[in-house]
Nanobody
């Protein structure tokens, strides 16, 4: 089983920063991404990495969020700076065994964590 456990969410004032973590087990060299879902909205892609190096970001977070991975710790990160109230959502970590490149599509990821809440006021 592939297991993904998110942490690092919380409440922060607008303009502040948070770093989300996704501890992964049961896989290696997977494509990974971060998604978020706000009340009344569909789950949307935020940031994603392929199996090697390339990354993709939603237009709404470019220049503010950075996705990274520590392979030695089997952990995916999302550094979120200059947070805005519209960033408030449940954030989910996702993984896929293969991808041609970084993807922001929900259907490309068969494995999901249970989410961590981010609230920006």
């Amino acid at each position: 089983q592939v297991q993904l456990v998110e942490s690092g969410g919380g409440s922060v004032q607008a303009g502040g920063s948070l770093r989300l973590s996704c501890a992964a087990s049961g896989y290696s060299s997977y494509c990974m991404g971060w998604f978020r879902q706000a009340p009344g909205k569909e789950r949307e892609g935020v940031a994603s990495r392929d199996r090697i190096l390339n990354a993709a970001y939603a237009d709404s977070v470019k220049g503010r969020f950075t996705i990274s991975k520590d392979s030695a710790k089997n952990t995916l990160y999302l550094q979120m700076n200059s947070l805005k109230p519209e960033d408030t959502a449940m954030y989910y970590c996702a993984a896929a065994p293969w991808c041609p490149g970084p993807s922001l599509k929900r259907t490309d990821f068969p494995y999901w964590g249970q989410g961590t809440q981010v609230t920006v006021s």
